[in-house]
């Protein structure tokens, strides 16, 4: 009988070490413990371990083969089992668990045997350009047994003898998989073909589509400051700005080159993995177009003809000369009518009228008079009882564009409505679509009269005989019995295209929205088609109109009586008086109003909700919600 001892640092940890050493189960190891020792710095088992008995049967594992050798006189036979994936046979028969085994015993062992596989990726990139390829290549293992030394008790192990890899992907195969998948186009084959040989874990670009190439638009290059005539305003800080600077008009002299057009080139359609072609982005040619004062050379230049202001308007490049009145416009200098640019260094005295084709700069006071600007129009001094419009025609066809933003939103609700009557048999089945119209546009919808009505009023605006498209369907599907003759509702969709095409029509020949710079006005009517800015004490009982933004920027200016609309946004430091003068502040649908300091009887309006203020408050907030409903966000004075 020999003996092996084990030392380690739990029972389970010896019995561990001895089972692999004798490549025997825990069942079959016969152990004593020598020494257990547990310490606050020390802890360790010592086993002492039977080995096997001299004249027990014998067996072991050799260059794969199982070998035994039979007991001796009074002792026991060697015992074997199978590990896992081993599959045992003795004398043909398949054994499952232990068995006692002698040399003259025929012993055979198989295992489990995995195909050997090869696999291939393919990736899309989301543009259909570009596709990647990666291989994997998975081995057949082949398996035998682990050699053991003797023992009576052995589990036969298996280990990998050999592996066996399967043959590499060849180009044709790869070409194969993709055309199976639709790939056709930009195969790289000396790519692949590389990769194949060489491998790598980031694969390979197996095919290339073309992306397509636009074509380079012409570009129009502006030896000006085309938005000069802008002024831009921080609406983060208006307290800061000095909007009583003077403003520096751009002048050209003659000869100067005013613009030069860069002709693009031409693209090419292009073509993704899969053969099909992508069409490149074909752009217009642009051309230049010139007006009054300048001319084109050598076809993609233009040269100033006269000294004065250039522009542009609806791409159109045009020079206009500045007017200059050295001292005031009266009797002596008659009223003014000018193309260009005017600047008066003096006033504007009592029933004078200025009309410019561009911007407006007055240096003192406008009294009882007229003045009207394409341009901006700037006055350093007062204005009393007078008119002023800044943006000509814009002016009018922003209120047209209004008009039929209206009419569409209007006409959307009315098709709703008779959709709901039809949907509820609300007024009976025998009403026909365009008795329900007749019958709303009566009762419900009472205004579309007034607001068709505006409409055909703008459009006397247009110095042309023909009817217009919108004009033309009003009459006959809305105005007096007409809505009877409307067999389906659907029809008055056309209505809504029209007035669409139409606001299209006149946004496209809107110029850059202009500006008025001014002071003080009394008993006035200001109007911009951009935005009116107060750089002094504000406003009293005057009508404001502006269709972007109404600022004043002095902390102690007032608005005092009259109206005030804007469409975006009006900002006021103190509204009203202490005694209640009646004052009104609108803005559009989406508009914001800012007020420090409002007195009672200042009625709010955004997009048609009003409120009037009954008490005097102050850090006033008024908008619509998500709703739609007014809200006006105050603290009290």
């Not at 020494?35 to 027990?56: F, G, Q």
């Not at 399967?166 to 998948?181: G, I, N």
């Not at 085309?226 to 800061?240: A, L």
């Not at 800044?390 to 922003?398: R, Y």
């Given at each position: ?25 825990q ?52 015992i ?27 012993i ?32 057949m ?65 197996a ?17 000006f400051d ?15 700005i ?67 202001r ?8 045009s ?56 341009g ?69 919808y ?12 703008d ?49 496209d ?20 088609s ?17 269709y ?65 203020l ?5 850090s ?18």
């Open positions: 009988m020999s003996v092996k001892q084990y030392k380690g640092a739990s029972l389970d940890e010896c019995i561990k070490m001895a089972c692999s050493e004798l490549n025997i189960s069942d079959s190891l016969k152990y004593t413990i020598v020494e257990e020792k547990k310490t606050l710095l020390k802890k360790y088992v010592v086993i002492s371990v039977d080995m096997n008995d001299e004249k027990d049967g014998k067996v072991s594992v050799k260059n794969g083969v199982v070998i035994v050798k039979d007991p001796e006189e009074g002792g026991k036979p060697a074997i089992s199978a590990g896992k994936g081993v599959y045992l046979k003795v004398n043909g028969v398949n054994v499952n668990g232990k068995v006692e085994v002698y040399a003259k015993d025929e055979s062992c198989s295992f489990d045997q995995s195909e050997s596989q090869r696999f291939i990726d393919v990736k899309v990139a989301e543009n259909k350009l570009e596709c990647k390829i990666f291989v994997r290549y998975v081995p293992k082949k398996y035998k047994l682990i050699d053991s030394p003797e023992s009576n008790i052995l589990v036969l192990r298996r280990e990998v003898g050999e592996e066996v890899m399967p043959p590499k992907f060849t180009l044709d195969e790869v070409k194969a998989e993709l055309q199976k998948l639709g790939v056709v186009y930009g195969i790289q084959e000396n790519e692949i073909r590389n990769y194949l040989e060489n491998g790598g874990e980031e694969g390979v670009v095919a290339k589509g073309e992306p397509a190439v636009d074509d380079t638009e012409d570009v129009i290059k502006y030896k085309i938005e000069d005539k802008s002024i831009k305003y921080d609406d983060s800080n208006y307290d800061n000095d909007y009583r600077d003077a403003k520096v008009i751009a002048c050209v002299k003659k000869g100067d080159v005013l613009a030069e057009r860069i002709p693009g080139t031409e693209g090419k359609d292009g073509k993704d993995i899969y053969g099909r072609v992508i069409k490149k982005k074909n752009f217009r040619k642009k051309f230049l177009r010139v007006g009054n004062g300048c001319k084109i050379v050598n076809d993609n230049t233009v040269v100033s003809e006269i000294d004065g250039p522009y542009v308007k609806s791409n159109i490049i020079v206009k000369e500045m007017y200059e009145v050295p001292g005031d416009v009266n009797i002596k200098t008659g009223n003014i009518k000018f193309i260009g640019d005017v600047k008066i260094y003096g006033a504007v005295t009592e029933g004078m009228t200025i009309e410019s084709g561009g911007i407006v700069e007055i240096m003192k006071n406008v009294e009882n008079s007229n003045v009207s600007a394409v901006d129009i700037i006055i350093k001094g007062n204005i009393l009882g007078s008119n002023i419009s800044a943006g000509g025609d814009d002016v009018i066809a922003l209120k047209r564009i209004d008009d039929l933003e209206s009419f569409i939103n209007h006409m959307t609700s009315l098709m709703e409505a008779v959709a709901q009557l039809k949907k509820f048999n609300l007024l009976g089945y025998s009403k026909e679509d365009g008795e329900i119209i007749k019958h709303l546009l009566e009762t419900k009472k205004f579309m009269n007034k607001i068709c009505l505006n409409i055909i009023k459009f006397m605006c247009d110095d042309i005989d023909s009817d217009d498209r919108i004009i033309t369907l009003i009459r006959q599907r809305l105005v007096g019995m007409a809505p009877l003759a409307i067999k389906n509702y659907g029809v008055l969709n056309e209505l809504i295209q029209a007035a669409k095409a139409k606001i299209a029509e006149l946004k020949n809107l110029a850059l929205p202009v500006n008025v710079n001014i002071s003080y006005c009394q008993d006035s009517t200001v109007k911009s951009g935005d009116i800015i107060f750089t002094g004490k504000g406003e009293y009982i005057s009508n404001i109109t502006a972007r933004k109404i600022i004043f920027t002095m902390p102690n200016s007032v608005v005092r009586g009259g109206e005030l609309y804007a469409g975006e946004e009006i900002r006021c430091k103190n509204v009203g008086s202490p005694r209640g003068v009646a004052t009104k502040i609108a803005v559009g649908e989406k508009g914001h109003i800012w007020i420090a300091v409002a007195y009672q009887n200042t009625k709010l309006s955004v997009g048609g909700r009003e409120m009037i009954d008490s005097p408050s102050r006033i907030h008024a908008y619509q919600d998500s709703k739609g409903d007014l809200v006006v966000d105050k603290l009290k004075l």
